[in-house]
């Protein structure tokens, strides 16, 4: 089992920056594809970035390329996501996931079909 706790979501302003945390523990592991996925109202889930503990390899989500960066802390088993020129379409709830890897389209992701782990989600919302 693995537990994720998130930290950080809130709200600004168009332009501003947010910083969300994950802390995980327990069987940690196993879970070699950390990332944080997204979902607004009444949109499906998204993933916005998934960092590849392996090698350190990311991915990101076009619509966050260049404005946010997804890095790992090995020594406090922690990841963040730094979020920067935030728009109010980055609206949403987002969730931290810890899992196994599926390679596709260039990049590792998150094997969301098979054992994942979320957190419970943090509220970020972006004010026009």
């Known amino acids: 089992q693995v537990q994720l706790a998130e930290s950080g979501g809130g709200s600004v302003q168009a332009g501003g920056s947010l910083r969300l945390s994950c802390a995980a523990s327990?069987?940690?592991?196993?879970?070699?594809?950390m990332g944080w996925f997204r979902q607004a109202p009444a949109k499906e889930r998204e993933e916005v970035a998934t960092?590849?503990?392996?090698?350190?390899?990311?991915y990101y989500a076009d619509a966050v390329k260049g404005r946010f960066t997804i890095s790992r802390d090995n020594a406090k088993n922690t990841q963040h996501l730094q979020m920067n020129s935030l728009k109010p379409e980055d609206t949403a709830m987002y969730y931290c996931?810890?899992?196994?890897?599926?390679?596709?389209?260039?990049?590792?992701?998150?094997?969301?079909?098979?054992?994942?782990?979320w957190g419970q989600g943090t509220q970020v919302t972006v004010s026009s």
């Open positions: 996931a810890a899992g196994t890897c599926r390679w596709y389209s260039g990049s590792w992701h998150v094997a969301i079909d098979s054992d994942v782990y």
């Open positions: 327990g069987d940690t592991y196993r879970s070699v594809c």
């Open positions: 960092f590849y503990t392996a090698n350190g390899n990311t």
